[in-house]
Structure formats: C-alpha cells, structure tokens
C-alpha cells in the first residue's frame, strides 16, 4: 500500500516514510500522545493524480474528523545534522475536499529555492497528514540549551493558539525555563501557558530525549487541557557538553579578586604575557606587607579565569613560610583581617594608614612608568599587581569597616536609616579623579576602552546632598548620649575615609590599560599581515619568533575563544574546605539573600532600595549606547567601564560580583538598587522585560 496509517508506518523504510512520520510513527507505538494520520508515501505519487486523490479521500474518510494538518516527511528530514526545519510548506486546517491540492503542494516544495539553498534538493519525500490539533496553546521545546549546550535545562516557548505563528516568526512568545524541578518564567507577552503546562511539557521533551538518547527539540499543543506531541527531531549544531569540573580541590571562585576584572573567557596573549606578570607583581607586594608570599592558586577552565579564596600551599611550605615573617605576618592579619571588624579606627592607625601611603608611593610610580616612553609590558604588569593586592587588602578592610558602621546603625539608629547606611558613604568628596578618564571593561587588553568621562556631576551633588542631610539626623539622634555619638563620628569617619580609598583605588588599576592596548595593537600592525586585533590570539613566544605563517593558529585560537565566550561559566566550581566553608556560611548569614519564589531570582542585596523598570541586557561596554534611562541595567559584571550608565540606570543586576565588587559600590554612590551575583540574571531575564529589583533583599522579580 502507498498510503498507511501512522501505526502501520513503524516497519517501513525511512526513505519511503522520511524523517518526520518515521520519527511520529515509533512515538506513537509506544505510547505517546502523537495525533491520529496517515503517511502518503514517496512512492505513492509515481501514480496518476486521479488515483491518488482517491486513496488520499479513502485515507481521510476512515481517519474519520478532519479538517487535517499536511506537513512534509522528507527523508533527510529532521537529521542529526540537517532538521530542514521550516523550509518545505506546511497546510494547515485543511478540509476533506481539499485535501489532495494540499497534499501535492507540500510535495512540490521539495524543490524550492530555499530548500536547495540548504541543502541538495531530497530525492524522495512522503507527506504526513493528520487530525488538526484545535490548540489553545502550542509551541517548542529545546531538551537542551541551543546558545550554551547545556544539557540541564530545557527551554520551552509558548503562545496562545497554533503554534505556526512563533515557528514562522509572527510572535515571540512566553519564554520559559525548566532546570530540575525549578520553572521560571523569562518573558511573558501571551500568558499562553501556567507553570504546571510547562512542567507538563518539560517531562514530555524529557521522555523523547530519553527515548532517543540524544537532546530533542520538539513542537506541541494544548487542546481542551490535553498535551499532544506533534514533532520531535533531534537538536542541531548543540554544543558539545561541558566539564565544568573544578581544577584541584576545595572551592574556585570566578568572580573573586582578580577575576572580577576578567568578565570573559581570556585571550592567548593575555594568559601567556601579562597575566602572569600581574600576579608575580600580587606575590612581590603581598611578601613586602605580609612578610610571607603565600599564592593563591588560579587555573583557567574553558578560557575562564578561577582562582582560590585561599592560598594554595603545602603544610611544611606554610610552616617555613610563618618562621620567617611570622611577626610580620601576625601584625598584618590582626589589623588588617581582624580589627577593621571591632575596631576600625585601631586598625587605620596601625597599618592600613600605611598601606594608603605604600599605596600613593606606587600610584606615583605607576603614572611615571605610563608616562615614559620606555614603559613596557611586564613593568605595567607587575606594578598593576602590587597595585592589586593593596586594593585587595584596604578594599577588603573597607568593607569590614562599612559592617562595623552597620551594625551600629541597627542597634542605635534604625529609625533614622532604615534603609542602611549606604546613604552615609554616597556622594564622598575624594572620588574626582586627576588622570585621564578612562573606562576599561576587562584586564584583558583585547577589550576596547572607553574614554567618555565616568562622572556625573548633578547625581554626585545630589548623593551629597542627602549624606549630609543623614548625618545631621544620625547626630542629633545621638544628641544627648555623647559617648554613643562619638562612637558614631569615629566609625563613619574611618568607614567615609576608606570608601573613598577603595573607589580611588578601583579606578587608578588600570590607569596603564590603554597604552598596553596601544602598544599591542601597534605591535600586531607591525608584526603580523591580518587584522591587528589578531595579536591578541597569538604567545608572547610566537611574537617573539615573528612567525608570520599563523593564519590558521590565530583562526583556530579566536574560533574558540568565540565559542568559550558563549558558554554559561559557573561562579563556583568544587567545595571549599571546612574552615573557608564556615567563614562564607558566617559571612553568607549577615548578607543572606531572600529564597527564591516564582517568578524570581535573587542575589546578593548589594545597594539598598526599590525600583522598577524595563530590563536592557548589555554583555560588554561596546553596546551601552542601546541603553535607555531608566531602565534595569543587567549585564555579566559591570567595571569601571559601565560607570556612565549608573547615573541614568533605574537599578543594576549582575551575574558575578559581591558586596565588594565595583557595581556594588558604584550603585550605593549613585543610590540606586543594586542586586549581584544571581549567578543567572543574563540568562534568566530577558531583554525588554519589565522587573522590580529590590537591593535590601537582593530579590528580582516580575
């Protein structure tokens, strides 16, 4: 027979069936909810259309309902390396008398221009027809991420009625996502489908995925509150799964230190050159403060930087290591860890006072070596890392000194500053700078910079403006408890002077960033016959060889840097140690975010505040011009390049970062919510839709 039922086709060969009805056929064998048709067979139209068009009648009037969907079935349809999907034509709603036109129009588009574009036009093409599916909501679903590849979540897109018009580009539709027993939904623009439908779908892509052993995308349909499957193919051009197994034991952070600064997978030249340099200047420094070198591991995982919390070093090393600066080291971690927590003002005098001089002494050279035309790479390197491991001990001991301040403004002032005391370190005289402005997105010198100015005058007196206003109220709060109000006078004083300290000490890294880039890129014109950029994708050894003939290296390395960039990299890889595992549980408790309800993602509540607005995702400095004021600034991480969107941003989200981090301090400057650290935000919101960021509970939702 030319025509068979779908229950008949399991045991005819694909190339007479082709891809789709073979594919609906074994579904529908063992069990799922295919709907009802027939195959016309590829060779069912070597016969004369009369006879055909009476077997196609005959086929319909025992399906018995109609009208009916006709949609091809080509055989190198709906391949692992080829789905054609949408390019033959598709009939829908057709009725029983009209039947045959349809059928041998959807045949005839085997040879259209578009398919032939593809691919080779097929040799052999059946049609598939069946009951029309009435949806009151249809769609597709992906078993896996198509952009990252990963196999753990499943996205589902939805709208109301038939599902053609997302499939043929006429609706967005609501987007969701399924990881585990979690469903968020992304974007809604029909309210098409309830999180049950969707969880509903997730296990009917789940079942097909598991019964072919391979990532499925499939198109289905709700219809009087029944799901049915009406495609399933497997998914094309996935990105192969990623090992995101972490580099040696205990915990490796992504967004930590050093790698708050490296938003994206690093170049070859970054990682061969400078980012070495960078850390041997980190070691110098921490050996001439701490007494003791003691380094902290860091590996690169798929392109992306990660770096322990804690040093990486043997027991016997660490014993020599405290013999011989042991006073040294002592006297650092007491006032540099311990007392910017209990007594910031003792710690100020004893040693952090002196890191800030050690601090202008190295900001100074910087500046001369950025000056002189015999600057080179490694020395801008390694002065950025001394450099950075000052930021990291002040900046650090900033913060301790802020939950000082804080602390007391709850038990003393909760009135009075019921928002926190972030409105006490805005608008900080100190902040102007004396260098040229300058915005760098990444460490990574391939990143273009920006040099439009980062501060915006009026939002900076406005922030002053009311920081004096809640100083006035805190002090006269205090008014006739004099020994609490001076308590109060010494923290804010020691917490001001080192706010202004780290946001000074933040933008001046990476005063020596635009000439390395310059200093590149001159030598990527000189050295190699491409596009400059192209030096960034070589070794310093390659340069130093002027090798010419590496085309293809730099084709093959910036390929997969592309790739790398597309990948979702987790913020945490391995388990810390049972001692760094309670130091973040304690710290985790005193800033702990709101749980996660529906329709919500939290973070690290990093500014204080509410606001409200529309969601604009940017991945890197080059598209803030798309931004709009008074939208929700979402974004991987933010440095100091994205600081001009701060002064018209309604609130800021972010990937990475923490209460620490630059978006974190720029957004209590600018007063305005910040939420960091979702580990997701770029990924789970989407581009125009509208969210309420809260910064004191660190919970977006919509």
Known sequence: MDILHLTEAIDVDREEAGGKASTLAELLAIGFPVPPGFVVLARAFDQSDTALDAALLDAAERLGSSPFAVRSSAAAEDLPDASYAGLYESFLNVPLDGLPEAVRACRASMAAARVTAYRDTPTQMAVLVQTMVEADAAGVAFTADPLTGDRDDLLVTAVRGLGERLVGGEAVGDQWTVRGSAVRCQRVTEHAVDADQVRAVAELGRRVEAHFGRPQDIEWAFAAGRLFLLQARPMTALPDPVDWRAPGPGLWQRNFRLGEWLPEPLTPLFADWVLPRIIAGFNEEMKATAGVSLPFGHELVHGWYYTTPHPVITPARLAGALVRGRLTLLRFMRHALVQPLVNPSAADTALLAQLHVRWTELRTRYQQLVDSTDSTVDDIAVLAGKYLWLLAVVGGAAWKMEAALGRFARRYLPDQLPDGIAVLLAGLPGIETDIPPHAVYSLDWYHPM????????????????????????????????????????????????????????????????????????????????????????????????KDNNLAAVIQRRRTTWQRQRRLAAPLQLGTPSRLIGAVMSRAGAAHSPTPAADNSITGQPASPGRASGRVRILREPSEIDRFVPGEVLVAPTTTPAWTPLFAIAAAVITDGGNLAAHASLVAREYGIPAVVGTGNGTRVLSEGQTVAVDGTTGVVSW
């Open 450 to 545: 920006t040099t439009r100015s980062t501060v915006d005058e009026s939002r900076r007196v406005t922030s002053a403006t009311n920081r004096a206003a809640a100083e006035n109220l805190c002090r006269d709060a205090l008014t006739n408890r004099p020994s609490l109000r001076a308590k109060f006078d010494a923290l804010l004083a020691v917490a001001q002077r080192y706010a202004v300290i780290r946001e000074q000490q933040a933008r001046d890294l990476t005063l020596g960033w635009p000439l390395l880039r310059r200093l590149a890129l001159r030598h990527g014109a000189e050295l190699l016959s491409g596009d400059p950029t192209d030096i960034f994708f070589c070794t310093r050894a390659e340069l130093n060889a």
